[in-house]
């Protein structure tokens, strides 16, 4: 019953242009597996490239943002958009960085009862009115994080994270992107 | 940083009248632990033996329901409400009834693309029509149920299901219920 | 034109277990006809036990709140979820406990614009984010009631009998629930 | 507690121009009371002429739609816009027209289940359409109507109507206008 | 592919009884040419006239608000509302009556974003909710205008074209109103 | 009264990398101005370099799309985010690629009123799906698009320009981002 890796057509590692066969080689031998998203986006190189060179300069870019507090707006804004892939794939991410096996799930299903802290909570909350109201960001929206000690940069980081994963959720919603099975159980330990 | 078990006072196990502490004990020596859901709810035990009467009157019986489709209702309707005691305990119990490590949080996320049969998802979009839109349901829903072999008694306890839970998921939302650590890890195995 | 009381098989009084006949004929004693509710729940004899059950715990205790304010909530919340029976019913239940005609139209229609108490307005306003948004509720919810002079315990009685009601307002709907002709002109003399 | 008939100032009736008093003394000399619509809208007597010969022209005239069958336009409508003033004078007047002491109250709550005809409720589903989310209507809406019977100038005149109401409910919750005692119980005989 | 004027009949100038064909030829003299609104109305000559006598009671009247302001609320509140005719229309007399050739597509866009006033602002965030959620409107909604200044006559103002075009909005989505091509590009210049 | 560019710091042209100043030159010796865009997100050059590859990838490359149904989805979608930035600018480019001075006001405004061909429709319907709400979108909604003619690749087109400015909007609604003076009467002469 298990539905394929994406809608659309998925190229064998050897059809793939070097560039992207490379990235995804290196990314296997880093996690023991490839991750989904990599061959379901191999189906169009040019926009394999734009959007892995976008969310590395999101997600692993020094800032005031560790490296857990990002995947939290990436599965927090994700669960809005109901995405199977980032939700599952990147709780997976969350779990390992914050090293903390009950985040993701809680920060899945309502981030304001989660265990975390009021900073936090603010940046969720901004994340994902980024996500889901954006129309409606204004002043008052930043101020908010201000008072949780927030800067100009961080602003741009949360909501260009919540922007790229809005993209990513609709990529993977309509192309029915499947997460693998590694990702469930990783980090839970 | 972790919250409590509720927001209301939680009474001690000797504090219970005695039936209460007794279906607790029961409980714990089946589940190796005790659900915060019994601690919780034992504040009020008028409200608690019929919230758990009322549980096993629907959630216990024979049907033409599994036992695991009956959880995979809670899950789905209880993200809906965004609820973490129900999502993540009945994920737990999903997860050990389908004998499926996976299925839980595929329903959690988005039922329209977990690994389920045609027929659960009918009833799933029933079940969240129940949860989120209950005024609009007419001839034409169950008619929607019918095609997929589900008769009349199967249409009242997805129903019945979905309507309980909305309940529970309201208690569990405004006491701040958490679900125990136990349950993120269980059937995953 | 009329629709029956019922989607779903309504029993005799005489195919009813003995309590539920018994229950329903002291019911019948008292108000002079039978409530719809009682004959249509009485399909499921354990669900109807655990239902009055839990009914009684929340409407028929001692607290801070007053028989017709418990109604106030029942009326709004039903209202947000358009159940005929509920509010119909209750309404009627409304006018009678408040001795006011105009009351349970007033708080059907619009709450805010109804002839009761800034306290009760509070009331509602808690009641109605239970109903429809229940996922947002936190400290900032809580401690508006407070305000108004809402202890712990009255916390608990609205959120729980807003959720009651959750759960009977989804059995009605999808039952197609007909309220009794009696109810629409009871306590408007 | 009762607030008073609108937020805006209400000249007497020697205040009017001679025109707007003769109208209000006529409506009185019938109705037996001065709805309170006629004193609240007075303020503003241009918009007064306006206001009632638009309503006028829309309820008064002959046409496919019984007088009742427009009264239960301005009923569904009005009650998914919450509006006090026109639920309840309006409910009144339904009942009246249609000779039937249960109608209003169930076409308020929810006309899905009310006992009406499938024209009366496919005309009210299009109303509800046009109240709620009138960008959407096209071709697909005006064929639901005409599989009913209605014809051209029906559509135009269930349009109108809710569109006129559109309007009213807005002046009526803005102004937070109070419908007279009297309406509750008038044609629940 | 252009679609016609209006999905009803439209009556030809000499069809027209004398009044309204008088008003469309005086409107036609002075724009240089018959804004369509004018000739799908005119299907209904009693409609007709209540509409035109009450937006000139609404627009023409003197007051705190300036005449472009007016049109600001027409084009903020049609925007939400998706109508064609009277965000194309309106936007080019606001462009006109504020001598602004930017201000229209500002506005019917986002207004929060627009380069307007905190005044104008204010007065734009009450007429979107008169439009959008006119049911939640009380003392709160009134006290943020007169913090800006505003009076109670301009409440009354904002609120009533504001509510004058929830119905015409809704009036030209049923009819598919056609915008004149004339308006896309007056007062750009 | 106008607001800058941005909310964040904009640098100036030799501030910058230099293949972001040498692409943004060229931008301007084609359009005569520079678009605000390419100077706002200057500000993170990673970001910009990405950004305009996946741009540049889905909105320049050949396929069943026409280079102005590209931007009738932008614009189309853009609207329904309330995105100042991108309903004017690709308003603009709209109205130059489609030679077409009408185009693009009628698409941001209602695309279901526009003069466009019913498989545009059933293209911006898909769009906006996968604007609005992308959690829904399974076989049903990609079957409807093949009715009209679209292949597997337009699919995926469509998608992931929508997902695109999903992104897009949203950092352009964050930051305040400004369209120039420019694009508002950019053809349409």
């Given at each position: 019953m298990n539905h394929p890796i994406s809608r659309f057509p998925v190229p064998s590692l050897k059809e793939m242009p070097d560039d992207i066969r490379t990235r995804i080689e290196q990314v296997q031998a880093k996690?023991?597996?490839?991750?989904?998203v990599f061959l379901a986006l191999a189906h169009r190189p040019d926009e394999f490239r734009a959007f892995f060179a976008y969310h590395d300069a999101l997600m692993e870019k020094a800032g005031g943002l560790t490296k857990a507090e990002r995947e939290m707006i990436v599965v927090a804004t994700s669960s809005a958009n109901q995405c199977h892939y980032c939700v599952i794939a990147h709780g997976a991410i969350l779990r390992v960085r914050a090293k903390n096996p009950l985040i993701a799930d809680q920060v899945a299903v309502n981030y304001r009862k989660a265990d975390i802290t009021p900073r936090q909570k603010a940046m969720l909350e901004f994340a994902l009115k980024v996500a889901v109201?954006?129309?409606?960001?204004?002043e008052q929206e930043i101020e908010a994080l201000t008072l949780h000690g927030f800067g100009q940069e961080d602003v741009w980081d949360i909501a260009a994270i919540a922007a790229f994963f809005a993209m990513s959720n609709r990529l993977a919603n309509v192309s029915d992107m499947r997460p693998n099975d590694e990702f469930y159980l990783l980090g839970r330990g």
């Open positions: 996690a023991g597996f490839i991750p989904n109201t954006p129309n409606v960001i204004g």
